[in-house]
């Protein structure tokens, strides 16, 4: 997506911390979201954060916003060769939709 | 379990052939979109139903028609597939257009 960032691809070692950065656009954002999508599957909710919120934690998932810089990360830790994966952050628009960024593929190797 | 469930998960049809994809969901969610996902890249919005309200996105080729009988089905019709309609095909639902959206397992579409 245009309007939403991510790198590409991250590669980690399994029980090392994954961190997946994003960008975005929309300073009226109300929530932002992550993705994760297994190959041929859709896309599975993992997690979001309210706007008003710098940090949010579930299990072995972390998320920080920095609104100011509209800059979103996902930290997994202790990542496991089931997190492989692509990643996709999200943001939700005035519109009434979400703008998808392109997506992180997530390689951990053994 | 509440879900989205998308049929058929693969279908191949011809150049010109029409072809109408389906999406059904126990969530009793108010919105459902239709997104066209190639490679791996970011899904590309469609349209979407906000109730029996439709949303095209301004960019979706006429070829891509959509029907929201109920609740809980909508359909993507393909009139005259082309092969660059080739892609998976991705179903969601939210309750309200601006949260969490959650997706079917997709239809891979295959033009011959």
């Not at chain 1, 710098?54 to 930290?75: A, F, G, I, P, W």
């Not at chain 1, 692509?86 to 960024?101: H, L, P, V, W």
């Not at chain 2, 349209?47 to 993507?76: G, I």
Request: net charge negative.
């Amino acid at each position: 997506g245009e309007d939403v960032e991510q790198s590409l691809f991250l590669s980690v070692r399994e029980g090392d911390s994954s961190v997946i950065n994003c960008t975005y656009t929309d300073s009226s954002s109300t929530y932002l979201y992550w993705y994760k999508q297994e190959p041929g599957a859709g896309l599975q909710l993992l997690t979001y954060i309210f706007s008003n919120m710098d940090m949010k934690q579930d299990q072995r998932l972390t998320v920080l916003l920095n609104k100011k810089d509209k800059h979103l990360s996902l930290r997994i830790a202790d990542t496991q060769t089931g997190d492989s994966a692509i990643y996709f952050c999200a943001e939700d628009t005035n519109a009434g939709k979400s703008t998808f960024g392109d997506g992180t593929t997530l390689t951990v190797k053994p | 379990d509440a879900m989205v469930i998308q049929n058929p998960r693969y279908q191949v049809t011809q150049f010109g052939k029409p072809v109408t994809l389906s999406c059904s969901q126990t969530l009793n969610h108010n919105v459902m979109y239709w997104y066209q996902q190639k490679s791996s890249q970011a899904p590309k919005l469609l349209f979407h139903y906000y109730d029996k309200d439709f949303n095209n996105e301004a960019d979706t080729p006429d070829n891509f028609q959509s029907r929201r009988p109920n609740t809980s089905f909508c359909f993507l019709d393909i009139r005259s597939p082309g092969l660059g309609d080739a892609a998976m095909y991705l179903c969601a639902t939210s309750s309200s257009p601006r949260y969490e959206q959650y997706f079917g397992p997709g239809t891979r579409l295959t033009v011959t």
